[in-house]
């Protein structure tokens, strides 16, 4: 699966507009954001910093997809390495956030091969998973959401916040 594939390919699934109910519904989109502990907030952090996550999350990429299907698996593509046509592509077909463009040199994103899942890294959060489905699909994009959430946390040490008094 390559970069090709996600520039030239002109709809993602979602838009097809085949879903349940897609006559009144057009997509459901499920979006976690998650932090990493002992890492500043993306707009906070040095060069070095945002680079350390990017390691960091790169690191279990092949981890995370050595179980998951073909379909399934989920491709790095890091922001530095399009050009301004490629990045604006991604955010027309919603797979990306103009946010995650704001220091393209600092993030990243995963994308399944159907585009149906997208993680982006060192956007307002260290990850912004999301899930795009066509039609009335909210419960089966969380499901594939919660499953994304759960690899990452098994690789990942989530950054949680003690609310004290509550």
Not at 103 to 112: F, M, N, P, T, Y
Not at 141 to 161: G, K, P, S, T, V
Request: proline share 4%; aromatic share 4%.
């Amino acid at each position: 699966m390559g970069l090709n594939k996600f520039i030239h390919e002109a709809m993602s699934e979602w838009m097809r507009g085949e879903g349940p109910e897609s006559d009144i519904v057009i997509s459901s989109r499920v979006r976690i954001a998650r932090n990493l502990a002992g890492h500043p907030f993306p707009m906070l952090a040095t060069t070095i910093q945002a680079e350390q996550v990017l390691a960091d999350v790169k690191a279990i990429v092949h981890p995370m997809n050595e179980h998951r299907s073909e379909s399934e698996k989920l491709a790095w593509i890091q922001m530095a390495d399009l050009d301004d046509l490629q990045q604006q592509v991604l955010v027309e077909k919603h797979l990306i956030s103009p946010n995650l463009l704001k220091d393209g040199r600092k993030s990243a994103v995963l994308l399944s091969e159907n585009e149906a899942v997208s993680v982006m890294v060192n956007e307002e959060d260290h990850l912004r998973i999301q899930c795009l489905y066509p039609g009335l699909q909210v419960k089966e994009a969380w499901q594939q959401a919660n499953e994304i959430d759960d690899l990452l946390e098994a690789r990942l040490d989530y950054a949680f916040m003690n609310i004290v008094g509550i």
